[in-house]
């Protein structure tokens, strides 16, 4: 028998840390998020609900191994008219004759031989438990990285709108540079109009991005099964692991659930192909009951009947001829086993591909993300002296407007290039089964 396996539902669940909406917002931690999701995630319910299914099922008697007891009783009354005539030359003549017949009985069987198909059936039972938990498991992996992914891009946006602020106060200082030169008969209305255009332009893609947020956290509280209009704040940064290796992947790919899985199905699809070769084999059955049988009557010949006892026996069926149908149904069987083995060969195939991919992807973001550190640094110090020689006049307006892009663009890149190699260190510990929570 398979040791049952136990598996590490909800490390966080246990805690009970739950949700509550009030009016203000409250600040949502990864750890709590996820902790969140896995107890009220709809889809890791139905696939618990499964678990208990295929763990309810995996029963000797479910298999054909227990004794089968039935119990049986009837009893009769009924109302008759006798006439009958004797060889003695008694007659006997009545109607609305009383009569009651009884009977009760108690049936035992057991199976005692049957190609061993009920131990094969027990073992198929196992692996499907098995299989129902790895699917489970699987189920929690995803739920756990796409909340990781979806709290991530809520981090991503607010890193857009601090961008955004920094560029805001940029265009202020600006303004406020030509208000004052122009109130010195230094600048000219065109250079206003412009520096609040640019102003107002910035106030409208900030409330763009605020409108970009909400929806992501909306996302965010989809994922936790959560009313999509709760409030939550979110204080954290994006910090990539860099010690992930390709090598490490790979190697970890056979603990993924769903190859796991695929793996459960080969054996349950072999289990399947000797349970259907079992039928072609003879059955042999023990069975004993206990009758009992009363009837009476209150006219006639035979007033009273009674009968009780023991009985006990083996029976014995073997399969002949079919039209071929056991056959046939393990041919099919055979099949099903090439096609479960290659299910899991495509999956190894696929993964393995997207392992490699998302691995591409998460080492050349590592090596942007140090340069473009050293570029937003770069671009910061640029808009500041831009600015400085734009109130001593040294500068346009031209100027200013492209050192501003400069460091829009710079910060825009770095942060799209975190999240992008966190999102796939986040998927690359998915399908190696090593996301911790």
Do not use: C, W
Not at 206 to 213: M, R
Not at 273 to 300: C, D, F, M
């Amino acid at each position: 028998m398979l040791a049952k396996k136990k598996i590490n539902y909800f490390p966080g669940i246990i805690a009970g840390i739950l949700f509550s909406v009030t009016g203000s917002s409250q600040t949502l931690r990864l750890p709590d998020a996820i902790s969140i999701a896995l107890k009220n995630s709809l889809d890791i319910q139905v696939l618990k609900n499964n678990v208990q299914i295929t763990e309810t099922n995996n029963n000797i008697g479910v298999a054909g191994g227990l004794p089968v007891i039935n119990s049986t009783i009837s009893d009769n009354e009924q109302v008759t008219g006798v006439n009958q005539k004797l060889n003695t030359g008694v007659i006997i003549k009545r109607s609305g004759a009383v009569g009651n017949t009884l009977n009760t009985g108690l049936t035992a069987s057991i199976l005692l031989y049957n190609g061993s198909r009920v131990i094969t059936t027990k073992k198929r039972l196992e692996e499907l438990q098995a299989q129902s938990e790895e699917y489970l498991n699987a189920q929690i992996q995803d739920v756990v990285a796409a909340v990781m992914t979806a709290y991530y891009d809520i981090i991503r946006q607010e890193s857009y709108l601090k961008t955004i602020d920094h560029s805001i106060d940029a265009s202020q200082k600006r303004l406020d540079i030509v208000k004052t030169q122009q109130n010195v008969g230094m600048a000219n209305n065109a250079d206003l109009f412009q520096s609040q255009l640019d102003l107002n332009s910035l106030l409208q893609a900030k409330q763009s991005q605020q409108l970009a947020i909400d929806q992501s956290k909306t996302a965010l509280l989809q994922l936790l099964t959560l009313k999509p209009d709760s409030l939550i704040n979110i204080t954290d940064t994006i910090i990539v692991d860099n010690s992930v290796t390709l090598g490490d992947i790979l190697n970890s790919l056979r603990n993924n659930a769903d190859i796991i899985a695929a793996d459960k199905q080969i054996r349950i699809s072999q289990l399947i192909s000797k349970e259907t070769e079992a039928q072609r084999y003879p059955t042999l059955s023990a069975s004993t009951s206990y009758s009992y049988n009363r009837s009476q009557i209150s006219a006639g010949q035979l007033l009273l009947n009674q009968s009780n006892g023991f009985s006990g026996g083996l029976r014995l069926s073997i399969p002949i001829y079919n039209g071929s149908i056991y056959k046939r149904q393990k041919k099919v069987a055979d099949i099903n086993i090439k096609n479960a083995a290659l299910e899991k060969d495509i999956l190894i195939r696929d993964y393995t591909a997207n392992a490699v991919k998302t691995f591409q992807a998460y080492s050349n973001g590592l090596q942007q993300i140090e340069t473009q550190q050293q570029n937003v640094v770069l671009a910061g110090k640029l808009l500041d002296l831009v600015l400085m020689r734009f109130q001593l006049r040294q500068a346009t307006i031209l100027e200013v407007k492209q050192a501003q892009q400069s460091f829009e663009d710079a910060s825009y890149t770095l942060t799209n290039l975190s999240f992008a190699a966190k999102s796939s260190e986040v998927e690359l510990k998915r399908l190696a089964n090593q996301i911790k929570f």
